[in-house]
């Protein structure tokens, strides 16, 4: 059989796997090592051990799993996600997320990790020409004015056009990037360099 490499995670609560699959699963299409994995989620390391361990690279792991198999998780930390759910405790060595966070800081805070752990490594996150060439440079100004949070009248006012002339973009950038989303709109501007993701 043949198995594909896998980002796991594993959480208890089958409410926070179906969460955190639906957010990989948005942000896969616009990382570059993400396109060729399967997002596999597990509700216990039981479950997680019985499937096909060794084909995970990648770890979003909750936080009383972490703490319960140290001796796996330690020595893969680099690949490692911690979900927390607000306690303010730190996992040495490991990155955490608080998973309670509203969805626009969750995406923000996956994105700055992407972010930060390429520039760390010397590389600068790739975007894909293909996909920046998508939009107009007026629906890039739009979508860069919704992911920060402005209302239709905001945008419209910002951009000295029209209010019907705003809706008429955003239908626009729905259809091209294929989704009425802003969490995947957000996804796709940062990775396509249409806003910085410190602007969020």
Same mark, same amino acid.
């Given at each position: 059989?043949?198995?594909?490499?896998?980002?796991?995670?594993?959480?208890?609560?089958?409410?926070?796997?179906?969460?955190?699959?639906?957010?990989?699963?948005?942000?896969?299409?616009?990382?570059?090592?993400?396109?060729?994995?399967?997002?596999?989620?597990?509700?216990?390391?039981?479950?997680?051990?019985?499937?096909?361990?060794?084909?995970?690279?990648?770890?979003?792991?909750?936080?009383?799993?972490?703490?319960?198999?140290?001796?796996?998780?330690?020595?893969?930390?680099?690949?490692?996600?911690?979900?927390?759910?607000?306690?303010?405790?730190?996992?040495?060595?490991?990155?955490?997320?608080?998973?309670?966070?509203?969805?626009?800081?969750?995406?923000?805070?996956?994105?700055?990790?992407?972010?930060?752990?390429?520039? @760390?490594?010397? &590389?600068?996150?790739? =975007? !894909?020409? +293909?996909?920046?060439?998508? *939009?107009?440079?007026?629906?890039?100004? /739009?979508? @860069?004015?919704? &992911?920060?949070?402005? =209302? !239709?009248? +905001?945008?419209?006012?910002? *951009?000295?056009?029209?209010?019907?002339? /705003?809706?008429?973009?955003?239908?626009?950038?729905?259809?091209?990037?294929?989704?009425?989303?802003?969490?995947?709109?957000?996804?796709?501007? /940062?990775?396509?360099?249409?806003?910085?993701?410190?602007?969020?």
């Amino acid at each position: 059989m043949n198995h594909r490499p896998k980002i796991a995670v594993i959480h208890p609560n089958s409410l926070c796997c179906l969460a955190m699959r639906t957010i990989l699963t948005d942000i896969a299409p616009f990382v570059g090592m993400f396109r060729e994995v399967d997002i596999a989620a597990y509700n216990s390391m039981e479950e997680f051990m019985d499937d096909t361990p060794d084909m995970a690279i990648h770890y979003f792991i909750a936080a009383e799993i972490l703490v319960d198999n140290m001796p796996y998780f330690a020595p893969q930390q680099r690949r490692c996600i911690v979900l927390t759910e607000g306690e303010q405790q730190t996992y040495e060595g490991f990155h955490t997320i608080d998973i309670r966070r509203p969805e626009r800081e969750l995406l923000k805070a996956f994105l700055t990790m992407h972010n930060t752990a390429h520039t @760390a490594h010397g &590389v600068q996150p790739r =975007i !894909n020409n +293909e996909d920046s060439e998508l *939009l107009s440079q007026r629906e890039k100004d /739009v979508l @860069a004015l919704i &992911v920060k949070g402005y =209302i !239709n009248k +905001e945008i419209a006012d910002m *951009l000295n056009i029209s209010t019907p002339t /705003v809706i008429f973009h955003r239908r626009n950038i729905s259809e091209k990037i294929g989704s009425k989303s802003i969490g995947r709109q957000t996804i796709y501007a /940062v990775m396509n360099g249409i806003v910085d993701f410190r602007e969020l």
